[in-house]
């Protein structure tokens, strides 16, 4: 059974930094490409970044890029979001998404419960 | 930039009845769309990928058409477990884009 579980999230002050988490379990995690999506309350899904299953591509989004890195730790079977220089407009929850195939240009068909960022101080 | 434009935002329908969504893309993205459920509080569901197939275990009055740029969800006679909102999403590069959302209310 896949199951991926974020962790990380949290309070964190305007231009603060937070590590986001995701493990996998349930499948060959090097074989899949993974992506992060948020949601800011009440809003609809935003893609944020992906990464490839070797970790050697990665994509993210206008909004993100800069501040955001996608990483991932094939022996550990754990995908990472690192924020930086974070803002109230980065409030959302964070899901971990496995996509469907290698490539990250690809469906997402195994979704984390999400972890909670709130940018405020 | 992919712009993906759903329609209606706001959908009151009875159990039983057929519902369409709408899910229009700026440009042409072949068949590399997919669709998904969500309830309050839940993370999304896959329920189609490229444009029309069926993910396992989803049942099979959710149906999916459409190519190029303009795709339509169907849920044939709607269960009580169906209202919740459902997104469309592109995947023909590698940045994804996600419509605005459709929220399927009871009437």
């Known amino acids: 059974e896949v199951q991926l579980s974020e962790s990380g999230g949290g309070l964190v002050q305007p231009g603060g930094s937070l590590r986001l988490s995701c493990a996998a379990s349930?499948?060959?995690?090097?074989?899949?490409?993974m992506s992060w999506v948020r949601q800011a309350p009440g809003k609809g899904l935003e893609w944020v970044s992906s990464?490839?299953?070797?970790?050697?591509?990665?994509y993210d989004a206008d909004s993100v890029k800069g501040r955001f890195t996608i990483s991932r730790d094939n022996s550990k079977n754990t995908l990472f979001l690192q924020m930086n220089s974070l803002g109230a407009e980065d409030t959302a929850v964070y899901y971990c998404?496995?996509?469907?195939?290698?490539?990250?240009?690809?469906?997402?068909?195994?979704w984390g419960q999400g972890t909670l960022v709130t940018v405020s101080s | 930039d992919f712009q993906m434009t759903q329609s209606p935002s706001t959908l009151s329908a009875s159990v039983g009845d057929r519902v369409t969504i709408t899910c229009r893309a700026s440009?042409?993205?072949?068949?590399?769309l997919a669709w998904y459920q969500q309830k309050p509080g839940k993370a999304p569901k896959l329920l189609i990928y490229?444009?029309?197939s069926l993910e396992s275990g989803v049942p099979s009055r959710f149906s999916g058409s459409g190519s190029g740029t303009e795709f339509t969800l169907t849920i044939n006679s709607l269960q009580p477990d169906d209202f919740a909102t459902y997104y469309c999403?592109?995947?023909?590069?590698?940045?994804?884009?996600f419509g605005q959302g459709t929220k399927v209310e009871i009437k």
């Open positions: 990464i490839s299953g070797n970790g050697g591509s990665t």
């Open positions: 490229k444009a029309s």
């Open positions: 998404a496995k996509n469907g195939r290698l490539s990250s240009s690809s469906w997402a068909d195994y």
């Open positions: 999403q592109q995947y023909n590069s590698y940045w994804w884009t």
């Open positions: 440009q042409s993205i072949s068949n590399w």
């Open positions: 349930g499948f060959t995690f090097s074989n899949y490409a």
